[in-house]
């Protein structure tokens, strides 16, 4: 590859605005995610995914660990430990991040086919819309469906 | 910038972006197929109903669920690997090789599954 060692500036050179913030949101978010991937990953080892479970099923609990995602797994005859106000918390978590993670990374691609200013203010204005109604159902079908 | 190209459409699909271009389109892709499947899923189990059935078996089907498989454990392979480059730059000359650990993770868990979601299809 030759010389081409990376570049790297401190951030007082680099500047801090929002699109800054929000690149390092993603990345933050993200390590936020998989966090709760491996409380999911412990949780359910702990309580006996490991004679219990295919690894396609625990892979669909840390994905999110709502009860609705073991429900149908046949050896677990008791799903009560899978529903606790713990792992609702932990889903409730995993299920903002990602709303929110998701939101921005599509405004980011739509930022690359949709370069005029008003057509951007629309994608803001929808992810907005989107961001809190999407937040809002997702708790209702953890919390309360 | 945006749509005006100025390369045909065979030129670009003949990009030689290679590993990195490959694991950046699929990202891409994995990510909006989350957003569209996921988003879809919730909004299934919020109507519920017989709609909501309805879009939750063909998000259950175990051929449904190997796309969206891919699409999320893409997404969270190459994210981890992205994460860790961005957060410690100093690492990020040594991207190409990042990624051939990224397929050696990504590859065996995919697969086996898979083969788990095939054994178990319809029952």
Not at chain 1, 66 to 78: L, M, R, S, Y
Not at chain 1, 110 to 123: C, E
Not at chain 2, 50 to 72: K, R
Request: hydrophobic share 55%; with cysteine; aromatic share 14%.
């Amino acid at each position: 590859m030759g010389d081409s060692k990376s570049r790297t500036l401190p951030l007082n050179k680099r500047g801090l605005n929002f699109e800054m913030l929000m690149w390092i949101y993603t990345r933050l978010s993200a390590l936020g995610m998989y966090l709760f991937m491996f409380i999911a990953l412990v949780g359910a080892l702990y309580m006996g995914a490991r004679y219990q479970m295919s690894l396609s099923d625990l892979m669909r609990w840390l994905f999110m660990p709502n009860v609705a995602h073991v429900e149908q797994v046949p050896t677990i005859q008791d799903v009560d430990a899978w529903a606790t106000l713990f792992w609702k918390l932990v889903a409730s978590g995993m299920y903002l991040l990602a709303t929110s993670h998701g939101v921005h990374g599509l405004v980011v691609i739509a930022d690359d086919y949709i370069v005029k200013p008003l057509g951007r203010k629309i994608v803001r204005f929808l992810s907005i819309v989107m961001m809190v109604s999407m937040s809002l159902i997702g708790l209702y079908v953890i919390w309360i469906s | 910038m945006g749509m005006t190209r100025n390369v045909s459409l065979f030129t670009a699909l003949g990009y030689k972006g290679k590993g990195p271009f490959l694991t950046f389109i699929l990202h891409r892709i994995g990510g909006l197929g989350m957003a569209i499947f996921v988003t879809m899923h919730i909004l299934a189990s919020f109507i519920s109903g017989d709609i909501g059935q309805v879009l939750n078996n063909i998000y259950e089907h175990w051929l449904f669920q190997i796309v969206v498989y891919f699409c999320a454990l893409f997404h969270i392979v190459n994210g981890l690997r992205i994460t860790i480059l961005d957060l410690w730059p100093n690492l990020l000359e040594y991207q190409r090789e990042a990624i051939w650990i990224e397929w050696a993770v990504f590859l065996p868990i995919f697969a086996l599954s898979v083969v788990v979601l095939i054994q178990t299809a319809g029952g």
